[in-house]
């Protein structure tokens, strides 16, 4: 019963009760006030007192504060966007222009030690076929795939876990067997990777030489496990560069990732 | 006078699919990877320009928003205390949404603590190195409710000497705008140093998956999210200290010291600048309080005390 129908109820009681008391001067005083004080009893309950009614009055004024915070910045956002000023702000060109001289620069200058050329992308492209294997990868305990990179062959693979062989087969055979090289680049500073080719499939991936700002921890933990991204473990299970983000060291897991590109590319001539 | 950018490391990549893209602005690495666009060269080159326009928004927040030079709009606001002054959208915006956040959390959440901040040795440009100093009254006490708005002529009055620090706001808004302009194309993420938007799916058509640094364990993750279409923002006493005594980056407006009671608060809200305003907020009020302020704005949570004792909102778990 919400409240207002309380009172309703509160009120009706406490009038019955005075015209019991004022009808019957001889018993009817006392019942009378025994209604009257039923209905205060009833009128109390809906005030505060009631934790229920108590609740919903505090959450009421906050939901609508929030939800102006919320539409206050959402607003902003549009206002400010809608404003618009790309080509209107010289020192928006001014970026551009600086943007994409550097590019081209930044470009050639990080070729050179990641050794591997045009061929670095060739991986990545690839990787578009290795990408259902990868979904599927992912619900499995990380226990499956430390048992797949042990040295197996895909035939062996697929006698272990009968989905993942069949559909990671047809995007691994390229790779010869042998231990690869390669750096990656960050503007932190440059990250050297090994990866290891068993089988045609990746075995393990390390990281060799650590030259970033930050320690190379942050996405290849000393201790494994513990539900933590673990990048190199993270190229075993999914047979691919493709890694995840890591929020605090997005440069440095790009490097690693660019670095496995490039020793997958060798793994491919 | 923009200063030019000293070390931009425009960084064009196609590798893991999609573009991806590194700049030094907003004194940290700001990387913006939008997702797709490999199948023709009109669509590798319509992505690269979308990211372009992504970084472009950070250049103008910041010219706006800046108290680290002398030439920028809110510092030229400083130096004309009491007489109401046009102002850009951009700072008109921000300000407007730090004064709002300052009222939600009783003054934890402050703008004007720009001149605490910079006489406690935050003044440095962290792209330039060069110091800023400001002459004001240094015993003047001033808090959010000595700044007017007029929504009417966009106009801000500063009704007392005072710098405003828009830190918390800045970068989270142009995170927000950088979103806005790739949210036609879905997927993508931008990573503006703890500041985080993560727009639809990663390359292989999951749920981001973000880490979440320890606070006190230089190598390790506390906890990692899997988030669509939100901000996550995570704010640090490890990060920024001051190098004089070892103060961090975060002011208790209240108090004028450093907020110790938290070591690390981590939101997720719909967008930036509501999710990086309310970690720091967060910060001051320390874990309880924290929490209940996310309750009651229905954001979500995590915040780690120095003695690594862990606070969320019961949301928390939808993003394990």
């Known amino acids: 019963m919400d409240k207002s129908t309380l009172l309703l109820l509160a009120i009706i009681l406490a009038v019955f009760g005075a015209s019991v008391a004022a009808g019957h001067p001889a018993w009817g005083t006392f019942t009378g006030i025994a209604i009257i004080l039923l209905a205060a009893g009833l009128a109390a309950g809906t005030l505060p007192l009631d934790s229920g009614a ?45 943007a994409s001289g550097k590019a081209s620069a930044t470009i ?15 991986p990545a492209a690839a990787s578009p076929a290795a990408t259902p294997p990868v979904k599927k990868n992912n619900p499995r305990p990380t226990a499956s795939p430390r048992k797949t990179p042990a040295g197996n062959s895909p035939a062996t693979t697929t006698g272990i876990n009968p989905s993942a062989g069949a559909e990671a087969t047809p995007a691994v055979p390229h790779y010869k067997d042998g231990m690869y090289v390669a750096w990656g680049s960050c503007p932190h500073g440059d990250i050297e990777v090994s990866v290891s080719i068993e089988g045609g499939k990746i075995a393990s991936t390390a990281i060799s030489q650590c030259l970033t700002r930050y320690s190379c921890g942050w996405i290849a933990p000393k201790v494994p496990g513990g539900g933590l991204p673990d990048l190199p473990s993270q190229v075993v299970e999914r047979q691919s560069p493709k890694v995840d983000y890591v929020s605090g060291a997005t440069e440095s897991s790009y490097a690693f990732a660019d670095a496995v590109a490039a020793a997958l590319s060798k793994a491919l001539q | 006078m923009h200063l030019p950018m000293p070390s931009p490391q425009p960084y064009p990549k196609h590798s893991n699919k999609g573009v991806r893209r590194s700049q030094a602005l907003m004194g940290t690495v700001v990387t913006v990877h939008l997702v797709g666009g490999e199948g023709t060269p009109e669509g590798a080159t319509h992505h690269e320009k979308a990211v372009e326009h992504a970084f472009d928004w950070f250049g103008r927040v910041e010219e706006c928003c800046t ?33 709002a956040v300052a009222e939600e959390s009783a003054g934890a959440f402050d703008p004007t603590v720009g001149y605490a901040m910079e006489t406690r040795g935050f003044n440095r440009d962290h792209r330039s190195g060069r110091k800023i100093e400001t002459a004001l009254d240094p015993g003047a006490s001033v808090s959010y409710r000595d700044v007017r708005l007029d929504p009417d002529n966009k106009t801000i009055t500063l009704l007392r000497p005072l710098i405003l620090d828009l830190g918390a706001v800045a970068k989270g808004l142009a995170v927000d705008l950088a979103a806005r302009e790739l949210q036609p194309f879905g997927n993508f993420a931008i990573d503006a140093g703890g500041d985080l938007y993560l727009g639809g799916c990663n390359p292989d058509g999951e749920p981001w998956s973000i880490g979440i640094r320890h606070p006190r364990r230089e190598n390790e993750l506390i906890d990692s999210l899997r988030v669509s279409d939100r901000a996550v923002c995570t704010s640090g006493d490890y990060e920024r200290r001051n190098s004089t005594d070892d103060s961090h980056h975060i002011l208790d407006p209240r108090r004028g010291s450093s907020a110790e009671d938290v070591a690390s608060v981590t939101v997720v809200a719909s967008n930036a600048m509501l999710a990086d305003a309310l970690a720091t907020a967060a910060f001051v009020l320390g874990p309880d309080e924290g929490i209940r302020l996310f309750d009651r704005l229905s954001v979500e949570g995590l915040i780690v005390t120095p003695e690594l004792k862990r606070y969320e909102t019961r949301g928390m778990s939808e993003y394990h």
């Not at chain 2, 030229?76 to 921000?94: C, D, F, K, M, N």
């Open chain 1, 54 to 98: 108590y609740f919903d009055e505090r959450i009421g004024p906050s939901q609508r504060i929030s939800n102006s915070l919320i539409t206050m910045s959402s607003a902003a956002i549009v206002a400010i966007y809608a404003a618009g000023y790309h080509r209107t702000s010289p020192a928006a060109h001014r970026f551009d222009s600086q």
């Open chain 1, 108 to 122: 050639a200058a990080v070729v050179p030690p990641a050794t591997a050329n045009p061929a670095t992308n060739t």
């Open chain 2, 67 to 99: 108290r680290f030079e002398a030439e920028s709009e809110v510092m030229r606001l400083a130096s004309q205390p009491g007489v109401p002054v046009r102002v850009s959208t951009i700072l008109y915006e921000a300000v407007q949404f730090a004064l």
